[in-house]
């Protein structure tokens, strides 16, 4: 019989956001890795490619020019998940098997930059204000129509990810439920505020500043950690540091800092194998419903797959699958080594 | 404005096993796919291979040998996510935000066969059968130990689930606690069970059959389905269809009909694409935590990533994780062509 030791032992962490657990096995990153390797493509991007349906002035699958745009560029999805079509739907209640309904939605696709060749990490800090401004826009756009109660923003990034084009993109998917992960993060968020009349992310980025192992980057604004239930390797979250609710709700200063800890966070993971490191991010904010959600707290989560470098990942699979995520190096020790990473990109020293 | 075609328009359905939606884009799976390509092997294995931690007579990291097996062999996990050993742990009551406590538990490795080169479809129903008492096996002994609650079993099949070794082989993880996916299904089967003193799933493979398109293989003791509400292209559950709640109460037919049914359905599987599909699979069960549990009804739950070919699967990323799980196919559709998929193995034909 020991006492219990954290960095040491198995054990399990809560995720008061969507309640529940994950498994963390401190001991095991030590394992042998005998399965799959992952392709990294090493060749260099030119800054501008013919065959490429995302660069300016290129044609996309459905025929249509893509103008000779200069920062960032937003179209509908050629091949959208959902349609703006409106359905005649009744509801059959006896239906307990069988429950469906449809959804209506709206797909986009956000070119980050006309440079096919550029990342997040490697656009200067005025290119990631753009992009954030187009967040804003879009945000506000997509979520003034009335049927769309959500707009989700996000990034998959690199082909590890599911991700079909290096040119810089992210999309906007906004439609009229709230998807399963946000509607639990709301309740969480509903029941603390209810009790507490302040937002569970104020209080908890709180918690962190003061314990201070789990930080990554820290500016006046906002705070980039690895969230103490994260279940990827390498996930972060950045959170404001004041209970801002939504992107349209930032203040110029906090605009310009959110640019800078996306630039500063994106370029540490960059260093951390030395190659352009994959993952989704994505924004959770107040539905646009149309009501108030003091609630909410603006996040942006990064799952990033990778575990040991730039070829082997965190599987997610069978034990995952069926129980619950697991992970094999504690977030303490994660956010250890992307402390220590450099704030300047390995691509520009070998320039 | 048009009616609901459930066959056509987006929609979301309803998982009462978990309490989840999944976005479905039946029209979706025509976008060109432009992505990542997975490697296949088609590398014709040895029926044994002497660099194999898992082949009868090897030497494993650990140092140990593997006996001359002749079946089925089971070993302690060399890398285990958990551990045996007693932790003593006083709860802080007073942390909302970091809630941890240890977990104890064991894991273990069953190789199916000691042949090197054989799947679950290329071995015989005795062999077959011999894992399913191995898994009994297993089941209670791993069950009867005083802190085990919960026995999961499961396989990783193919280097694209991350499986680190070709050699046909699962694993259990038992432990002190109910994993999350477990929790889930827990509280919905109980609550249906409740209020119509009947199994879940009784009633939904009822319904099941009374429809009939999303069923794939029928014996008098088990149905393979594509559930209403699965997430993965080729998603399917395998059903008993007594309410009986865990291998060690199948009756001696019930064991030879489900060994039949997992040829049969990993078959179809590999017919599909014309390779060793991969998927993760696992069974849910009655937890082992001494309660009678009547709300339990077995299921074996099988996730297979391919989409479109061997090489092209479905990525679960950037709106799945941050939003809910989409899929491109409708389950009927998925059924409809399982369905027509023989059940001989396309590798003893060329033979
Ligand atoms: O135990 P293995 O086969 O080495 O590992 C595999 O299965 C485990 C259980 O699903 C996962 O945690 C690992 O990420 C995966 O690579
Ligand atoms: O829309 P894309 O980039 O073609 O597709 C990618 O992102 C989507 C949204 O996360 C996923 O549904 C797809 O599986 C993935 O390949």
Redesign the pocket.
Known sequence: MKNFDINEDPHRRFNPLINEWVLVSPHRAKRPWQ?QNETISTEELPKYDPTCYLCPGNVRANGMHNPAYESSFVFENDFAAMKQDEIIFEEDIKHTFFKAKPEQGISRVVCFSPRHDLTLPEMDLEGIETIIKTWQREYTDLGNIKYINHVQIFENKGSVMGCSNPHPHGQIWAQSSLPTQVEKTQNSLKAYYDRNKKTLLEDYVQAELRVGDRIVIENDHFVALVPFWAIWPYETMIVSKRAVNKITNFTAEESTAFAKILKQLTTKYDNLFNTSFPYSSGIHQSPTDGLEHPEWHFHMHFYPPLLRSATVK??M????MLGES?RDITPEKSAEILRQQSEVHYKSLVK
């Not at 699979?317 to 995952?320: D, L, N, T």
């Open positions: 399965g965190k599987f699979v069978g034990y995952e697991q």
